[in-house]
């Protein structure tokens, strides 16, 4: 049997995803508590979230990325998306986001800064095993907030990052 470059590549991207996923979920939490998301976007959820981006630019000058980074989006087989509900969990007293406690800050709209660090390591895990791999990757916010707004995790979520993930001759995340 014969297995064409462009298949086997695919089918290599969507291990990887899900090695990608796996290692947010397995990547060190403060307390031990998760609050990690994640999912794998591909197909019309793809070009979806592509076209938020777009929406989002609208134009503004201040908001060039989303419009750059749709495009990387658009040339990209999978995104993996990360995210982070928000869920306080303290200790109750840690002061860590300049608040007296868990309380207060929710009360005033701030996210716990553990659940954000856990956001973050996450994310650079689930990275990590993109580039172990040899697959093309890249952190970008603008598509955690595309994300977010199609509310395509279906609960609410406090942050997101997405890793649009390709095999390409050239990577196409550089020289954008």
Not at 100 to 106: P, R, T
Request: net charge negative; charged share 25%; glycine share 6%.
């Amino acid at each position: 049997m014969i297995y064409k470059s462009d298949t086997a590549e695919k089918d290599a991207l969507l291990e990887v995803a899900k090695l990608m996923v796996t290692a947010a979920r397995t990547a060190p939490k403060a307390r031990g508590i998760d609050a990690i998301l994640t999912l794998i976007i591909d197909g019309a959820d793809k070009d979806a979230v592509a076209d938020e981006m777009r929406r989002i630019y609208g134009g503004d000058e201040d908001r060039f990325r989303f419009d750059r980074d749709a495009s990387c989006v658009d040339a990209s087989e999978y995104v993996v998306a990360i995210a982070v509900v928000d869920k306080p969990i303290g200790p109750l007293l840690c002061n860590a986001c300049g608040f007296e406690n868990c309380g207060a800050a929710v009360k005033a709209g701030v996210p716990c800064c553990f659940n954000i660090s856990d956001l973050g390591t996450a994310a650079c895990s689930a990275c990590a095993v993109a580039s172990h791999h040899w697959v093309d990757n890249r952190l970008m916010y603008t598509i955690g907030k595309a994300v977010q707004n199609l509310r395509l995790f279906e609960t609410d979520i406090r942050m997101c990052y997405g890793i649009p993930i390709s095999a390409t001759g050239k990577s196409i995340y550089y020289d954008r």
